[in-house]
């Protein structure tokens, strides 16, 4: 292995934390000669076009990229692979939530027209989260945060209900 010298240690120090230093930075930086610093660049064998793209593709994107980015890793990746097709899942979902509806009549509403209306509130949203996580449950593995969301939406439901109680008193 060959031995480098304190001067080309601290060359390499500074290309390592500054990838796209050109030669006379790195020598004013270095407090070595232009010439051995970019001796030192030219032995690295990249381009620096090459360092600066990736800088470029590390930039911030805006947050609607991020999370559209997010959501087709994770729609079309992990809970994909988890829960199946999102229409399986939501098929689930749906049964659970026409249940639930039908069973709780009295936000079911008849207009004058003859059609109906649904009048659900925060508590029935609650709820319906918590049948969310159970129809994710159908699906073969376990997933614990399934239950510690429904647990959450559960008690939370109980939260709107308090809420909702004291509203109705005012």
């Known amino acids: 292995m060959t031995e480098i010298s304190e ?17 006379i930075e790195v020598g004013l930086n270095c407090d070595v000669p232009i010439e051995m610093a970019q001796r030192c660049i030219d ?21 609607r990229v991020q999370t559209l980015e997010t959501a ?11 829960y199946g097709p999102p ?6 979902c749906a049964d659970l939530w026409n249940a639930y509806i039908n069973t709780k009549w009295d936000c079911i509403e008849v207009t004058a027209d ?3 209306r649904v009048n ?10 918590t049948l ?8 073969p593995g376990y997933h614990p945060d399934n239950y510690t969301d429904a647990a ?19």
Request: negative net charge; proline residues 2%.
């Open 43 to 63: 032995r690295i064998g990249t381009p620096r076009e090459v360092f600066e793209r990736e800088e470029r593709q590390r930039e911030v994107k805006p947050t």
């Open 132 to 139: 969310v996580k159970m129809a994710r449950s159908f699906q």
């Open 114 to 116: 003859g059609s109906y």
């Open 152 to 170: 959450a939406y559960s008690a939370i439901a109980g939260e709107c209900r308090e809420i909702q109680m004291e509203e109705d008193k005012k």
């Open 87 to 92: 229409f399986d899942n939501l098929s689930d």
């Open 120 to 129: 659900l509130n925060a508590e029935d949203v609650a709820w319906m989260m």
């Open 72 to 82: 087709i890793q994770l729609t079309g990746g992990d809970r994909n692979k988890s």
């Open 7 to 23: 001067e080309e240690r601290r060359i390499w120090a500074y290309l390592l934390n500054n990838r796209t230093a050109a030669a």
